[in-house]
């Protein structure tokens, strides 16, 4: 599986950091599809096939943690990364977030996490097709 096949929702309100976030992530490999607020990513949403939703913390009407409540309640399969200036945030702004990056974030280590969750998630999707496989075989 290739980087080529993996499809990011990057949803942030700050244009020039979306521009330099999902022009790196393309560079790298990735297909971006790119929302520039929350209530616009909750249109688009139901319409788009992804394969993880990176997201911004800090945008106007909802939060990046409330739209990773939303995403997870239309897509609960979808891995969430959520990105910040903060170093820490309270759990329970995490609570339907895969993985979070604040200040001083490595881009390498950012990559390689949004890589490694959709991998995971991939292959549980396959695990469960085999079961599902195995199950109306028998």
Known sequence: MNKE????????DNAKAQRLLGGLMTTCGFRVITAGNPLEAL?????????????????????GSQLAK???SLAPHIPIVLISGYSDLAASELLFVDAHFGRDTVLDD?????WSLIRSNRMTARDRQE????????
Not at 43 to 63: E, I
Not at 110 to 114: D, G, H, I, K, V
Not at 131 to 138: K, V
């Open 5 to 12: 096949d993996a499809t990011v929702f990057y949803v942030d």
């Open 131 to 138: 079961a599902r496989l195995w199950s109306n075989a028998t």
């Open 43 to 63: 249109a688009r949403c139901t319409g788009l096939r992804f394969d993880l939703a990176l997201l911004d913390y800090r945008m106007p009407f909802l939060s």
């Open 110 to 114: 950012l990559l390689e996490t949004m």
């Open 70 to 72: 939303e995403i997870k």
